[in-house]
């Protein structure tokens, strides 16, 4: 055996972190609920603990799921969060919302439908291109069959 | 910053070959320095090639191989080089638990899209037949069990960049695009690239994001340009209905075949069931107008 390679340290506590950022910004932006700080992790698929020092490490591939705790105007609340992770980059996040009070379901809900960015279209002119790619465009033949049926659908 | 130097050096340069072909608008780009004498041959055997692909592939035509398939069952011998087209039907066949199969022919036609485009369903919409009840291809042969209709619509054009390209590097072209409709294969021994914008389904006069390729293929899939009734031409035979829940698709890949069956059968299976066996990047566009992405996917996807 060689030297021990020192592996790349998984941590479990950072996506952590995330997500309670996640629930931070979702309760902010909302403005009604105080994030208490505390926040429990209930299932994780990572298993490796170690130093904050790991910081940015890589972690294992995989589909994190969490419920975050916090405190409404009402009482005890409850938000899920479940991100994919690939290569250490978040490629997929859901939140479920799992309160119980209706205000809360409202606006857990408002914010489970609207945290994720929405794609947006640019005129092709703005942008610089050389090609463009897309549904293929349509054969001529059923561009001509669709205008002859938009015609007689007219008449 | 590389594609505009490219651009402008070539732009009143390079040889530009634009024709139909499969049902869409081809443009293949030259950049190497090539005489017009063999521009013109080049030319030749491209469009030769293709015919040769249409009379055996193209649905569209009523003398073509599958035509004639559809009307007879039995053994018949396919070209040589149909063994990677049908072997990664095959694949992707069970990977997407037939949601993508060129047995759907029929399903097509029956629901509209036919060679005349009639565009009117015709009759009760029926499954297609399980690729074991129908087909056993043994190379050269493919043996039809029942006549059946093959519609190869979801990586046949993928297929023929690939094809074309290869007649391109055969005849020492290094440097090149295809362009078969917004599928589009680019090769560049130099140091540039080519910025592909993603048409926006929604208004095809935007693009939704910007990628840069260099001796890759990216292939779109959506369903925005050939509707007709209820229908577009994406279509689970599973459900029996048009896909809703996403509207476009776009692979990039080495190869056009792969990335264009791939963006097809991203429609119907999430990526990671699909890039054990291949390596490709991707983009999933929703309807709901979020994303999935892979992680390197070489580009820029606009968002608010």
Not at chain 2, 56 to 68: A, E, G, H, N, W
Request: charged share 25%; glycine share 6%; net charge positive.
């Amino acid at each position: 055996m060689g030297q021990t390679a020192t592996e790349p340290k998984k941590n479990s506590l950072v996506p952590g972190v995330l997500i309670v950022a996640f629930i931070a910004v979702a309760v902010i932006y909302y403005g009604l609920n105080k994030p208490n700080g505390s926040m429990k992790k209930t299932t994780s698929e990572t298993t490796d603990t170690s130093s904050a020092a790991a910081m940015m490490a890589s972690y294992k591939n995989g589909e994190y799921s969490m419920v975050g705790d916090y405190v409404s105007p009402g009482g005890d609340e409850q938000i899920g969060v479940k991100v994919t992770l690939e290569n250490g980059v978040i490629t997929a996040a859901e939140v479920t919302p799992m309160a119980e009070r209706p205000n809360s379901v409202k606006f857990q809900g408002i914010f489970a439908k609207n945290f994720a960015p929405l794609i947006i279209g640019k005129n092709i002119n703005e942008v610089k291109i050389d090609k463009v790619s897309g549904s293929s465009l349509s054969p001529k033949g059923f561009k001509d069959a669709i205008e002859k049926i938009k015609a007689e659908a007219k008449t | 910053m590389l594609s505009r130097k490219l651009r402008l050096k070539q732009k009143h340069k390079f040889m530009k070959f634009v024709f139909d072909a499969i049902g869409t608008k081809w443009q293949v780009d030259i950049y190497d320095q090539i005489s017009k004498n063999d521009s013109v041959l080049l030319l030749e055997k491209i469009n030769n090639r293709i015919k040769k692909y249409d009379v055996v592939y193209s649905r569209f035509q009523d003398d073509s191989l599958v035509t004639k398939m559809s009307l007879k069952k039995g053994m018949y011998k396919l070209p040589d080089d149909a063994k990677n087209l049908i072997e990664i039907y095959e694949n992707i066949y069970n990977l997407t638990s037939g949601a993508v199969t060129p047995l759907i022919g029929q399903l097509l036609v029956d629901s509209g899209y036919d060679s005349k485009y009639s565009l009117f369903q015709k009759r009760k919409l029926n499954p297609p037949p399980m690729w074991n009840d129908a087909i056993d291809y043994s190379f050269p042969n493919i043996t039809l069990k029942v006549p059946v209709l093959l519609d190869f619509g979801a990586a046949g054009k993928g297929y023929l960049i690939d094809i074309v390209s290869k007649i391109l590097e055969k005849n020492n072209i290094t440097s090149y695009c295809i362009d078969a409709g917004g599928d589009i294969k680019f090769a560049n021994k130099n140091n540039g690239t080519l910025r592909v914008g993603l048409e926006n389904p929604n208004n095809i006069s935007q693009v939704i994001g910007v990628v840069e390729i260099k001796n890759k293929s990216i292939c779109g899939s959506a369903g925005n340009r050939r509707k007709w009734g209820n229908y577009h031409h994406i279509f689970n035979p599973m459900t029996m209905e048009p896909v809703k829940d996403i509207i476009a698709t776009w692979v990039i890949s080495d190869l056009a075949l792969t990335a264009d069956a791939v963006a097809t059968a991203l429609f119907f299976v999430q990526p990671k069931i699909l890039s054990n066996d291949y390596n490709f990047e991707y983009l999933v566009l929703n309807a709901d107008r979020t994303i999935n992405i892979s992680p390197k996917f070489p580009g820029e996807i606009f968002s608010k």
